[in-house]
C-alpha cells in the first residue's frame, strides 16, 4: 500500500468504518452564547466540516468552575445538551461523526469568565496571565482543589459524559492536554500536592485515572477517548519526567481499553511516541506538529499526517487546515489548493466572520 492510499483507507472505527483517515482536532472558537449555549451557528460550522469523518467537538466545559474563556460552549445544563443535540443532528444528516472534547480549566480560568474563583490542584496561578472579555488580565491565585472539590469535578465529568451520550455525541475525549486541569495535575511545576494526588508518579497520574475510570464506568470505555500532549509546554507547563511518566499513563490507560488515545504534537521520530503507540491496544489518533504560529504548509499537513500513518498512528488530527477548508478531504483527494487560514484573530472572536465564511471549491471563482 502507498502512503497516499493510506491516507485515504477505510478505518473501523467504533464499529463503523471511516471513509479516511483524518479527523477534526478539538478547536475552541467561543460562538457559544455567554451561558454556554451551543449556537446555529456552531451547528452550521461543524456540519460545513461533516466530510471530516469523526470532528472532535471543541473544548467544552464540564462545570462553570472550569470555563476558562468566555463564549466556550458547556455540557452541564438542559439548555446546552438541546443546543449540541441540533449540532449533532444536523452533522449526522451531513455524514459525520462526532466526540465532544471535556475540558476543566483548572488554573486557566477567571473570575470574568466563569463568575466563579478558579481551582487547581495546588495555589499556583497562570504566569502569563489570561484573556478575558475586559481584555488581557493577570491570573488569579487558584484555590487548592481540597478532596470535596476532587470529588465534585469527578462527579461534574460524569454528568457532563452523560450529557455528551444525550445529545447524540458518540462518546467524549476526557482532555489531559495543553496545561488544562488534568494536565496541571500530571506537571509536577503546577501539582505540589502532599496527599495521593500529588508527589510521584503514581500521584500525578492518579486524578486523571479517577477521572476516566469515572466517566467509562458511566458511558462505558468504548465511548471515551483521552487528549494527552507529553512535552507540551502550553499554559506554562514544565514537566520534569515527561519520558517516565507517560509510558506509566499510557499503560495505565491501555487497561481500559478506551476508545482511543490522542497525541497531540505527536513526532514520529520520538522513541516515545513509538513507545506510547506499542503500548496503546486500540485508536491512536495522532496530531501532527506543524508549527505553531507560523503559516501551515501549502499542503495542509498531508505529508506530516503520512508520515505519522506510516509510523504507527492510526488516525490523524488536524486543525487549523479543518478550521480554514469546510471542504478540506476533497481538496486533498483531488490536490486543489488550500484557503490559508486567514485572519487568526478572528479565531476566538465571535460571529461568522473567520468561521463559517471560508469558501469551498464550488464557491472559488477560478474553479467555477
Ligand atoms: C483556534 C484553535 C483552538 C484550539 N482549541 C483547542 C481545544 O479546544 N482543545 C484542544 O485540545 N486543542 C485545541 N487546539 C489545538 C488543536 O487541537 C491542535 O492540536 C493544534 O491546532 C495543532 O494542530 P494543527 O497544526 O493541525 O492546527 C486549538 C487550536 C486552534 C488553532
Given at each position: 500500500m502507498t502512503?497516499?492510499?493510506?491516507?485515504?483507507?477505510?478505518?473501523?472505527?467504533?464499529?463503523?468504518?471511516?471513509?479516511?483517515r483524518l479527523v477534526m482536532a478539538p478547536m475552541t472558537r467561543n460562538r457559544a452564547a455567554a451561558?454556554?449555549?451551543?449556537?446555529?451557528?456552531?451547528?452550521?460550522?461543524?456540519?460545513?466540516?461533516?466530510?471530516?469523518?469523526?470532528?472532535?467537538?471543541?473544548a467544552t466545559t464540564p462545570n462553570r468552575v472550569?470555563?476558562?474563556?468566555?463564549?466556550?460552549?458547556?455540557?452541564?445544563?438542559?439548555?446546552?445538551?438541546?443546543?449540541?443535540?441540533?449540532?449533532?443532528d444536523s452533522v449526522r444528516a451531513a455524514g459525520g461523526r462526532m466526540f465532544v472534547q471535556l475540558q476543566h480549566g483548572g488554573r486557566v480560568g477567571h473570575p470574568d469568565n466563569s463568575g466563579l474563583h478558579p481551582i487547581a490542584p495546588s495555589a499556583i496561578p497562570l504566569p502569563e496571565g489570561i484573556h478575558t472579555p475586559a481584555g488581557h488580565q493577570d491570573s488569579v491565585v487558584p484555590k487548592a482543589m481540597d478532596t470535596d472539590d476532587i470529588e465534585a469535578t469527578i462527579a461534574d465529568f460524569v454528568t457532563a459524559a452523560r450529557n455528551a451520550v444525550a445529545a447524540g455525541f458518540e462518546g467524549v475525549e476526557i482532555h489531559s492536554a495543553n496545561g488544562y486541569l488534568l494536565h496541571q495535575f500530571l506537571a509536577a511545576n503546577t501539582n505540589h500536592r502532599t496527599d495521593e494526588y500529588?508527589?510521584?508518579?503514581?500521584?500525578?497520574?492518579?486524578?486523571?485515572?479517577?477521572v476516566v475510570d469515572?466517566?467509562?464506568?458511566?458511558?462505558?470505555?468504548?465511548?471515551?477517548?483521552?487528549?494527552?500532549?507529553?512535552?507540551?509546554?502550553?499554559?506554562?507547563?514544565?514537566?520534569?519526567?515527561?519520558?517516565?511518566l507517560y509510558p506509566v499513563l499510557v499503560a495505565a490507560l491501555a487497561e481500559r481499553r478506551l476508545a482511543y488515545l490522542h497525541l497531540v504534537f505527536a513526532d514520529p521520530e520520538s522513541p516515545l511516541f513509538?513507545?506510547?503507540?506499542?503500548?496503546?491496544?486500540t485508536t491512536l489518533i495522532a496530531n501532527p506538529n506543524l508549527g505553531w504560529g507560523v503559516p501551515l504548509p501549502a499542503d495542509?499537513?498531508?505529508?506530516?499526517?503520512?508520515?505519522?500513518?506510516?509510523?504507527?498512528?492510526?488516525?490523524?488530527?488536524?486543525?487549523?487546515?479543518?478550521?480554514?477548508?469546510?471542504?478540506?478531504?476533497?481538496?486533498?483527494?483531488?490536490?486543489?489548493?488550500?484557503?490559508?487560514?486567514?485572519?487568526?484573530?478572528?479565531?476566538?472572536t465571535g460571529g461568522p466572520e473567520g468561521y463559517t465564511d471560508y469558501p469551498v471549491l464550488d464557491r472559488i471563482p477560478s474553479a467555477a
Amino acid at each position: 500500500m502507498t502512503k497516499t492510499a493510506a491516507l485515504f483507507s477505510t478505518y473501523r472505527f467504533a464499529g463503523r468504518d471511516l471513509d479516511h483517515r483524518l479527523v477534526m482536532a478539538p478547536m475552541t472558537r467561543n460562538r457559544a452564547a455567554a451561558d454556554g449555549t451551543p449556537s446555529a451557528l456552531m451547528s452550521e460550522y461543524y456540519t460545513q466540516r461533516a466530510g471530516a469523518g469523526l470532528i472532535i467537538a471543541e473544548a467544552t466545559t464540564p462545570n462553570r468552575v472550569g470555563q476558562t474563556y468566555a463564549d466556550i460552549p458547556g455540557l452541564y445544563t438542559d439548555a446546552h445538551v438541546t443546543g449540541w443535540r441540533a449540532v449533532t443532528d444536523s452533522v449526522r444528516a451531513a455524514g459525520g461523526r462526532m466526540f465532544v472534547q471535556l475540558q476543566h480549566g483548572g488554573r486557566v480560568g477567571h473570575p470574568d469568565n466563569s463568575g466563579l474563583h478558579p481551582i487547581a490542584p495546588s495555589a499556583i496561578p497562570l504566569p502569563e496571565g489570561i484573556h478575558t472579555p475586559a481584555g488581557h488580565q493577570d491570573s488569579v491565585v487558584p484555590k487548592a482543589m481540597d478532596t470535596d472539590d476532587i470529588e465534585a469535578t469527578i462527579a461534574d465529568f460524569v454528568t457532563a459524559a452523560r450529557n455528551a451520550v444525550a445529545a447524540g455525541f458518540e462518546g467524549v475525549e476526557i482532555h489531559s492536554a495543553n496545561g488544562y486541569l488534568l494536565h496541571q495535575f500530571l506537571a509536577a511545576n503546577t501539582n505540589h500536592r502532599t496527599d495521593e494526588y500529588g508527589g510521584s508518579i503514581a500521584g500525578r497520574i492518579r486524578f486523571t485515572l479517577a477521572v476516566v475510570d469515572a466517566v467509562a464506568a458511566a458511558i462505558g470505555p468504548d465511548r471515551v477517548g483521552i487528549r494527552l500532549s507529553p512535552g507540551v509546554t502550553a499554559n506554562s507547563i514544565a514537566e520534569t519526567d515527561t519520558e517516565a511518566l507517560y509510558p506509566v499513563l499510557v499503560a495505565a490507560l491501555a487497561e481500559r481499553r478506551l476508545a482511543y488515545l490522542h497525541l497531540v504534537f505527536a513526532d514520529p521520530e520520538s522513541p516515545l511516541f513509538h513507545q506510547l503507540r506499542a503500548l496503546w491496544p486500540t485508536t491512536l489518533i495522532a496530531n501532527p506538529n506543524l508549527g505553531w504560529g507560523v503559516p501551515l504548509p501549502a499542503d495542509g499537513g498531508r505529508a506530516a499526517a503520512e508520515s505519522l500513518l506510516t509510523a504507527g498512528a492510526d488516525l490523524i488530527s488536524l486543525g487549523r487546515s479543518f478550521l480554514a477548508n469546510p471542504d478540506l478531504i476533497t481538496r486533498l483527494q483531488t490536490g486543489a489548493p488550500l484557503n490559508p487560514v486567514r485572519d487568526a484573530h478572528l479565531m476566538y472572536t465571535g460571529g461568522p466572520e473567520g468561521y463559517t465564511d471560508y469558501p469551498v471549491l464550488d464557491r472559488i471563482p477560478s474553479a467555477a
